[in-house]
């Protein structure tokens, strides 16, 4: 029976195995802070392939549930002294919420109506940061503190944050899989196949939407406040207009749909950040070209033409 890398076979589940062995064992070869912003972006990049990979909706605005949730946890626990898991909690809350509020407006249209809904949206929010004193304007929220998780784990030890992180992104990726794989995701597959069918069978596809709109928030806002705790600042960087289009690459690059792709994506557009950031070429410009070759070369992602070609060989 033929297997592929969106199924839980035996293949998938040796070859998760040796991914949690690998990010087990990587701070011993990477350094920490590195491995805690390819895991903070590849869970906002799973939280939008949710979205897009499961209902078939693109959003241009998912920064703003970054940044909301960066700037809630921050607020909370340098201002109100929160626990970081509570602090954490509160941010991912608080997306959910605006998710709620974003997805009530936007849901209604389809298409390029409903994406630029949702960037017009994320502007908006963004301006709103801009304004209000509680985010700190254009300094953001500094020097939050990383405490002690429930008073017991400390954080402010960079290899206890890293596997903080990683149980949080492993939580999250693991939610995101059991919502594709029920059978609320099977009628996400079904309205994002053919929306009139699945009116025609019954289904109130702008409920089931919208579900899926909030629940793609709260993971983002997840992915968000754990990267305000980790890295000790919300700034406007996280509800820009870029950090929205950045998710898209990741995506994009790492393979729509898939279990694996928007991690791979995550991982390679933020090892290009990081590696390229010494050099005089212009980033943007390089992330583009690859961006430019895989939708050449690889039009299903990274992973979905490894899924493909094994497909192909009756893997």
């Known amino acids: 029976m033929m297997t592929n890398l969106t199924r839980p076979g035996t293949p998938l589940r040796l070859l998760l195995l040796a991914i949690l062995a690998v990010l087990l064992i990587a701070p011993a070869v990477v350094y920490p802070a590195f491995l ?19 209902a078939g909706l693109l959003s241009f605005g998912h920064a703003a549930f970054l940044g909301c949730g ?7 626990i ?3 002294g929160m626990d970081p898991v509570l602090g954490i909690a509160a941010g991912t809350l608080a997306a ?13 249209r389809q298409g390029i109506y409903f994406a630029m809904i949702t960037l017009a949206l994320a502007q908006l929010f963004y301006f709103v940061c801009v304004q209000i004193p509680q985010t700190g304007g254009e300094d953001g929220i500094q020097g939050v503190p990383r405490g002690k998780a429930l008073g017991i784990l400390d954080l402010s030890n960079n290899l206890n944050t890293y596997y903080f992180v990683l149980a949080i992104f492993l939580a999250g990726a693991y939610a995101s899989w059991r919502i594709l794989h029920s059978p609320f995701g099977n009628v996400l597959k079904a309205i994002r196949d053919n929306e009139p069918r699945a009116i025609s069978l019954g289904y109130r596809t702008a409920r089931y939407k919208l579900a899926a709109f909030v629940a793609s928030a709260t993971l983002a806002g997840l992915a968000g406040a754990t990267k305000a705790m980790a890295f000790q600042v919300a700034s406007l960087l996280d509800v820009q207009w870029q950090t929205s289009g950045e998710v898209i690459l990741m995506a994009l690059i790492g393979g729509i749909g898939t279990l694996l792709g928007p991690f791979v994506g995550a991982a ?32 299903s992602g990274i992973v979905g033409e490894i899924e493909k070609r094994r497909a192909l060989r009756g893997e």
Do not use: H
């Open 70 to 76: 960066a700037y809630v946890s921050a607020y909370t």
């Open 78 to 80: 340098k201002t109100l």
């Open 96 to 108: 959910g919420v605006l998710g709620l509020l974003f997805g009530l407006v936007a849901i209604r």
């Open 36 to 54: 805690v912003k390819v895991l903070c972006f590849a869970l906002f990049a799973i939280a939008f392939d949710l979205l897009l990979g499961g």
């Open 268 to 299: 390679v557009i933020v090892s290009l950040e990081s590696y390229l950031a010494d050099l005089d070429l212009p980033i943007t410009v390089v992330i583009g070209c690859i961006f430019i070759v895989c939708v050449m070369v690889f039009r």
